[in-house]
């Protein structure tokens, strides 16, 4: 008997509403503070090169953790990675609410982070174990709603916020709503996986940690010094491709990348990828452009993503269902078609551009990757057994996270080659079209090998 037939659905309902919640306002916590980099920078007196790193490290942090999550899963109880989990995340919060200087500000990032690195793949683990796979479209589908929806509303809600409020106000709203969580998830969670006594191979830890903190660390680094930021890149895939042929020959690896050999998570995972770098890149250079080529505060500019992302939400709370019923084939090929529709306006941008028609444009664009994303994300892991599903979950997510952070990194240094931003930008918005026409090739060799087996 599996968890999904032994677990009642009340207590499925409940436990998805305090993991759907806890996903939302972490990764909202992500995005919240790119709208207050200038008003910290000028109050706690830092350079800009200097702050960034309360959004940068944010990301590199959870591309460094989320490896780590699999391991975790599969040693403790669900209930206590959890309520760890969440303790770590208030503790981080906490810690904003008091910071008095940018490295105790920054600390506090970082361990929210780390946390939010954990509960992303927890999340997505936990609720395709206690699904039926015959759901887990629909319930994958509320999974990527808060992954697409939360990071995009984040810079809208905090541009309302830093309107009337200071910036520490950005962590005192997060506090309640985890400390809800974790009361909740104290006295209403119950244990329903079994861990296993596995030995956590801690060379394997190091290496992981050494080889992405390098990888990862180096997309900051090549705005400085190019040169410094290959070498570091450089030496973090080596040190990633030492880590990989180590899992190969473990009995118990940390990560256990032979799942690769299944198309349908190698594959899909890649088209999810796709989806999410043009996702978030789209996401980073609208702003970008209204508020330096249209002069718009950045509350207003945070409003032209908004109903992007309400569409966005609903979408993807529809499409999973739609993917239980029909499968991938159409909902994918129909979000890539949306996608390229909406790009005429993007890739034609100029400073006398409509903000409607943008923020419609966005919105299209929004809507297409719904269909694209979270049929993907259920597709992939259509082939993985209980057992492998955390250890899908972390490549999944941490994959995801990298190329998100490669996306935009790579987009907003394209978009400021050209003297002029407005070329700048439209170059950078071509590349997501090609990024697009990939994802469709991708999943066009999906469907030609499903064909052939």
Request: proline share 4%; aromatic share 10%; net charge positive.
């Amino acid at each position: 008997m599996t968890q999904a037939t032994t677990i009642s659905p009340q207590t499925r309902r409940l436990i998805t509403a305090i993991l759907l919640l806890s996903a939302f306002v972490s990764l909202a916590s992500q995005t919240m503070m790119v709208t207050a980099l200038p008003v910290i920078e000028h109050e706690l007196h830092v350079s800009l090169n200097a702050v960034q790193w309360l959004t940068t490290g944010y990301t590199l942090i959870i591309g460094i953790v989320t490896p780590l999550s699999s391991n975790l899963y599969d040693k403790f109880t669900n209930r206590q990675v959890f309520l760890w989990t969440i303790g770590a995340f208030i503790i981080g919060t906490v810690i904003g609410c008091l910071a008095t200087n940018f490295y105790s500000l920054l600390s506090a990032r970082l361990i929210q982070a780390a946390a939010s690195g954990m509960l992303m793949s927890f999340q997505m683990t936990t609720m395709i174990s206690i699904y039926p796979i015959e759901k887990r479209g629909a319930i994958l589908g509320l999974s990527s709603l808060v992954i697409s929806t939360a990071p995009a509303l984040g810079p809208t809600l905090a541009g309302f916020i830093l309107q009337v409020l200071p910036w520490r106000w950005l962590f005192i709203i997060v506090l309640p709503f985890m400390v809800l969580v974790f009361i909740i998830g104290y006295f209403k969670l119950q244990n329903f996986s079994t861990p296993r006594k596995i030995k956590v191979d801690y060379l394997s830890v190091f290496i992981s940690l050494v080889g992405s903190g390098l990888a990862l660390g180096s997309l900051t680094v090549f705005e400085i010094s190019p040169v410094a930021g290959w070498l570091m890149l450089g030496s973090g895939l080596i040190i990633i491709a030492l880590f990989v042929c180590r899992q190969l020959h473990l009995a118990n690896p940390m990560l256990k990348v032979q799942i690769f050999k299944y198309s349908s998570f190698r594959l899909m995972t890649l088209v999810g990828i796709f989806a999410f770098m043009i996702l978030l890149g789209t996401e980073q250079l609208i702003p970008i452009f209204t508020e330096n080529v249209l002069k718009m505060g950045s509350f207003a500019s945070g409003l032209v993503l908004l109903p992007g992302a309400i569409c966005n939400g609903l979408a993807a709370s529809y499409i999973g269902r739609l993917y239980d019923q029909y499968g991938p084939k159409w909902l994918i090929i129909t979000g890539g078609l949306l996608m390229i529709a909406a790009s005429y306006p993007l890739v034609t941008i100029s400073a006398h551009s409509s903000i409607m028609v943008l923020t419609l444009a966005y919105a299209v664009r929004m809507i297409g990757n719904a269909f694209v994303f979270s049929p993907a994300l259920s597709e992939a892991f259509s082939a993985l057994s209980q057992a492998e599903n955390s250890h899908g979950t972390a490549l999944n997510n941490t994959l995801r996270q990298v190329a998100g952070a490669v996306s935009v990194t790579m987009l907003v240094v394209i978009s400021g080659i050209p003297q002029q931003l407005v070329m700048g930008i439209r170059l950078a918005m071509w590349i997501t079209v090609i990024l697009i026409f990939l994802m469709l090739i991708t999943f066009g060799h999906y469907l030609s090998i499903s064909k052939r087996s």
